[in-house]
Structures are given as structure tokens and as C-alpha cells.
Antibody, heavy 119, light 109 residues
Framework: EVQLVQSGAEVKKPGESLKISCEGS????????IGWVRQMPGKGLEWMGT????????TYSPSFQGQVTISVDKSISTAYLQWSSLKASDTAIYYC????????????WGKGTTVTVSS | EILLTQSPGTLSLSPGERATLSCRAS???????LAWYQQKPGQAPRLLIY???SRATGIPDRFSGSGSGTDFTLTISRLEPEDFAVYYC??????????FGQGTKVEIK
């Protein structure tokens, strides 16, 4: 079964750093792009960025460029999303999703990681 | 950057009725690049339609997608109780970028 398993919920304080993960299984991890999508409380979906695990090529939404870092460790089939200094406005659910064979869409989604940033 | 505008914001219908959801792009989009997702409360999004009209694996045939250029439509022929959810369109843009519409909520009337 193709699946993406995301790390558990996090509660952090403003200014702290954070790295959340997304482990792929059941398919060739290095040959499918992995994207990250934010959903703020009660809001819609926002594409943040996407990485190609085969060579770590990464593309970011202009809205998130410089705000987060996406990386991958293909030896353990895991993608990451990290922040160096969290803000309260980073409170959201973060989904990882596999881009399909034709990378135009996202065909497999993780269950999401809830990040709460509060003092 | 291509913007996607979905309408209506909320659609109030009864089970068994037909639902028609619209997604309008600010510039022409290749049909290959347009997808639809369903999201139920507390769940991750699920791919319904890709390439504007191709159903994803396991998606019932009451879901259909159509359209081209700047106007795309998701139709649910007869609403089942499990279809009440939020629906998002998404497009792939140039230079490896992706955009979502703001969503349409289909609620029980």
C-alpha cells in the first residue's frame, strides 16, 4: 500500500525551531515529487513547496520562500519541512502529498501534522 | 501567477440532488493541469479528478469533471450523504508551481 506517514502533533513557542517529517512507503520514493500544503484553522489549502527526492531539487511558493526549508533524506524515504523561528501565524495543519506520475496533481496524502505555536 | 476562483462559496443541497461546482482561472490553463480534491472534516484532502476529467482510482462515477481554458466544472450527479464536504480545484502552473482555489463547501440543505 502506498502511504505517507507524518510525524505527530507539535506544540511550540514563538521563536523556537521545528522540523516535521513525512515518510513514504509502498512505492519508489525517489521517483515521485513530494509537496507540502498548509491549512490554517478554518481555511483552505495553500501549496508551500515541492521537492524531488531523487536529486533534492526544490521549488517554493513565493509566499513561503525564505520562511521554511524543505529537505529530504532518501536513504530513509523521508521528506522534511522545517522552520528556524516559528511565529504564532504558523499555527496550522501541514500535509505532505505525493505528486502523481504526471506531477500536475497530488494523488496520495499524509494525514497531516498539527503545529500549534503559542506563548 | 494564475489565480483560481471557485463558486459558489457554499452550496446547500439535499441528498439525491445534482451539484455543480465551478472553478475559474485568471488565465487559460491546460486541461491536463487541472485537478479536483474532496476534503471532509478532520481528514486529509483526497484526489477526485485529474486532467480536468479523469477520475482518480476508486472514485465513483457520480463524480465528473469537465471544462477547458479558464472554466472548469465538477459535477456530482446524485449527492450521497458522504459527499457533503469541501471541494478544491488545483492547477499546475509554469516553473513548477501549484495553486489551489479557495474551496466550495457542499452542505446539507
Amino acid at each position: 500500500e502506498v502511504q505517507l506517514v507524518q510525524s505527530g502533533a507539535e506544540v511550540k513557542k514563538p521563536g523556537e525551531s521545528l522540523k516535521i517529517s513525512c515518510e513514504g512507503s509502498g512505492y519508489s520514493f525517489t521517483t515521485y515529487w513530494i509537496g507540502w500544503v498548509r491549512q490554517m484553522p478554518g481555511k483552505g489549502l495553500e501549496w508551500m513547496g515541492t521537492i524531488y527526492p531523487g536529486d533534492s531539487y526544490t521549488t517554493y511558493s513565493p509566499s513561503f520562500q525564505g520562511q521554511v526549508t524543505i529537505s529530504v533524506d532518501k536513504s530513509i524515504s523521508t521528506a522534511y519541512l522545517q522552520w528556524s523561528s516559528l511565529k504564532a501565524s504558523d499555527t496550522a495543519i501541514y500535509y505532505c502529498a505525493r505528486h502523481g506520475t504526471h506531477y500536475y496533481y497530488m494523488d496520495v496524502w499524509g494525514k497531516g501534522t498539527t503545529v500549534t505555536v503559542s506563548s | 501567477e494564475i489565480l483560481l476562483t471557485q463558486s459558489p462559496g457554499t452550496l446547500s443541497l439535499s441528498p439525491g440532488e445534482r451539484a455543480t461546482l465551478s472553478c475559474r482561472a485568471s488565465q487559460s490553463v491546460s486541461s491536463s493541469y487541472l485537478a479536483w480534491y474532496q476534503q471532509k472534516p478532520g481528514q486529509a484532502p483526497r484526489l477526485l479528478i485529474y486532467g480536468a476529467s479523469s477520475r482518480a482510482t476508486g472514485i465513483p462515477d457520480r463524480f465528473s469533471g469537465s471544462g477547458s481554458g479558464t472554466d472548469f466544472t465538477l459535477t456530482i450527479s446524485r449527492l450521497e450523504p458522504e459527499d457533503f464536504a469541501v471541494y478544491y480545484c488545483q492547477q499546475y502552473g509554469s516553473s513548477l508551481t501549484w495553486t489551489f482555489g479557495q474551496g466550495t463547501k457542499v452542505e446539507i440543505k
